[in-house]
């Protein structure tokens, strides 16, 4: 048993810690997010923060310390980079460098990476994983059970788990086989809130603007929205001055863009949109739609939105998404046979129906603190120092 003091030293102490994601840290998609922005919060406090990640050429932080090559596949509905199997006196050499107190690993993990991190470390090193994922289909949760079977003998080794959402939670239990603590993914609110600097010339216009920002990929729901476009048209639910843009990229924009072609609302198509040029995107919108049908372990996005200031943020009714609006029924949509009807008619009722909208602005602002990255932090923290703890019992 630890004695007391030496816990309340532990408290106290700067830690040397590496995140562990077999991935690029060249595109902050949602877990690269989530380390860029929690390393950032844990350097400010005055921790030693290290990334050890896939193959990156252009990292966004200090530190990095690429440890193999990867290659595209495609995964849960989405493409995906995995990592060739690295090479082990570079990360045996990259260990002995940095004598970590921490190693947090981004789960599920191949064992071609990550999982050779975990079997390289030191003993004294506390090994905490998070669990980001949520099954988009019957293929991923078997490939997901076939992973967990793998990289059971390294699993071993963790000493705490972290699931950023009650279904991540469940995917670590059923692949896995490990039960954790829920910490949401942080969102750095302050950079959102702050002065987001001039909206891009091509969303100014009059009239009420809706925003998409996503990747073209079917389980965004980026052609959903464009059936509510239609619909709407169709019922005369818009007002004048209607518009909406479109940020992202990825295979299906081509087909959008096409089918935009057919709509009279104006629709702009902005391409991918730097992290820095976010807030402002998302500060223009009356209105954030985000029309995810599933695969969702959360919705960083949503609060960006949130947080960014947006007059309301509206979801599809995605388990991922449900647990982060904490089942906000006016902000989520129905995401079966009858969406375009059930988008349309809420996009309408936001922009009709003042008062409604002015409170769920209000209640989606209050959840800013529960997830803000001073607070994901400050848990964060507390799972270290026992994961510590447990390595020196």
Not at 70 to 89: D, K, Q, S
């Given at each position: 048993?630890?004695?007391?003091?030496?816990?309340?030293?532990?408290?106290?102490?700067?830690?040397?810690?590496?995140?562990?994601?077999?991935?690029?840290?060249?595109?902050?998609?949602?877990?690269?997010?989530?380390?860029?922005?929690?390393?950032?919060?844990?350097?400010?406090?005055?921790?030693?923060?290290?990334?050890?990640?896939?193959?990156?050429?252009?990292?966004?932080?200090?530190?990095?310390?690429?440890?193999?090559?990867?290659?595209?596949?495609?995964?849960?509905?989405?493409?995906?980079?995995?990592?060739?199997?690295?090479?082990?006196?570079?990360?045996?050499?990259?260990?002995?460098?940095?004598?970590?107190?921490?190693?947090?690993?981004?789960?599920?993990?191949?064992?071609?990476?990550?999982g050779q991190v975990l079997s390289l470390a030191a003993p004294?090193?506390?090994?905490?994983?998070?669990?980001?994922?949520?099954?988009?289909?019957?293929?991923?949760?078997?490939?997901?059970?076939?992973?967990?079977?793998?990289?059971?003998?390294?699993?071993?080794?963790?000493?705490?788990?972290?699931?950023?959402?009650?279904?991540?939670?469940?995917?670590?239990?059923?692949?896995?086989?490990?039960?954790?603590?829920?910490?949401?993914?942080?969102?750095d609110v302050a950079r959102f809130a702050d002065e987001p600097?001039?909206?891009?010339?091509?969303?100014?216009?009059?009239?009420?603007?809706?925003?998409?920002?996503?990747?073209?990929?079917?389980?965004?729901?980026?052609?959903?929205?464009?059936?509510?476009?239609?619909?709407?048209?169709?019922?005369?639910?818009?007002?004048?001055?209607?518009?909406?843009?479109?940020?992202?990229?990825?295979?299906?924009?081509?087909?959008?863009?096409?089918?935009?072609?057919?709509?009279?609302?104006?629709?702009?198509?902005?391409?991918?949109?730097?992290?820095?040029?976010?807030?402002?995107?998302?500060?223009?919108?009356?209105?954030?739609?985000?029309?995810?049908?599933?695969?969702?372990?959360?919705?960083?996005?949503?609060?960006?939105?949130?947080?960014?200031?947006?007059?309301?943020?509206?979801?599809?009714?995605?388990?991922?998404?449900?647990?982060?609006?904490?089942?906000?029924?006016?902000?989520?949509?129905?995401?079966?046979?009858?969406?375009?009807?059930?988008?349309?008619?809420?996009?309408?009722?936001?922009?009709?129906?003042?008062?409604?909208?002015?409170?769920?602005?209000?209640?989606?602002?209050?959840?800013?603190?529960?997830?803000?990255?001073?607070?994901?932090?400050d848990e964060v923290e507390d799972v270290y120092r026992r994961?510590?703890?447990?390595?020196?019992?």
């Amino acid at each position: 048993m630890v004695p007391s003091f030496c816990g309340d030293r532990l408290a106290a102490m700067p830690l040397t810690i590496g995140f562990v994601f077999d991935d690029t840290l060249d595109v902050l998609d949602g877990v690269q997010q989530h380390i860029v922005t929690l390393g950032r919060e844990l350097s400010r406090r005055g921790h030693d923060v290290h990334y050890l990640v896939g193959e990156t050429h252009d990292s966004p932080v200090p530190n990095t310390h690429p440890l193999s090559r990867n290659v595209m596949v495609r995964f849960n509905g989405n493409r995906m980079r995995i990592p060739l199997p690295a090479n082990r006196a570079r990360i045996r050499e990259t260990l002995a460098d940095h004598d970590f107190d921490i190693l947090h690993v981004q789960a599920p993990y191949s064992p071609f990476m990550a999982g050779q991190v975990l079997s390289l470390a030191a003993p004294s090193t506390g090994i905490v994983a998070t669990y980001h994922i949520a099954s988009a289909d019957m293929l991923s949760r078997i490939g997901g059970r076939a992973l967990g079977l793998v990289n059971a003998p390294t699993h071993r080794r963790v000493d705490e788990v972290i699931a950023v959402s009650q279904v991540a939670a469940q995917y670590a239990a059923s692949t896995a086989h490990v039960r954790g603590v829920v910490i949401p993914n942080p969102v750095d609110v302050a950079r959102f809130a702050d002065e987001p600097g001039p909206v891009c010339a091509r969303t100014r216009r009059d009239g009420p603007l809706v925003v998409f920002l996503g990747r073209f990929v079917p389980r965004k729901g980026a052609e959903l929205l464009l059936d509510a476009i239609a619909y709407g048209e169709a019922h005369g639910l818009f007002p004048e001055g209607f518009h909406v843009a479109f940020a992202g990229k990825g295979p299906l924009l081509d087909a959008c863009r096409r089918r935009a072609e057919t709509l009279r609302t104006p629709v702009e198509f902005l391409g991918f949109v730097e992290e820095e040029d976010k807030p402002a995107l998302l500060a223009a919108a009356d209105i954030a739609v985000f029309p995810a049908t599933g695969g969702e372990s959360f919705g960083i996005v949503l609060l960006e939105a949130i947080a960014s200031g947006s007059g309301v943020t509206l979801a599809g009714d995605n388990p991922g998404y449900r647990s982060t609006l904490l089942g906000d029924g006016d902000a989520l949509f129905d995401v079966g046979t009858d969406h375009a009807r059930a988008l349309a008619e809420r996009i309408h009722r936001a922009l009709t129906d003042k008062a409604w909208a002015h409170a769920l602005h209000m209640r989606e602002r209050a959840l800013l603190g529960r997830y803000d990255v001073r607070t994901v932090a400050d848990e964060v923290e507390d799972v270290y120092r026992r994961a510590i703890a447990d390595r020196n019992r």
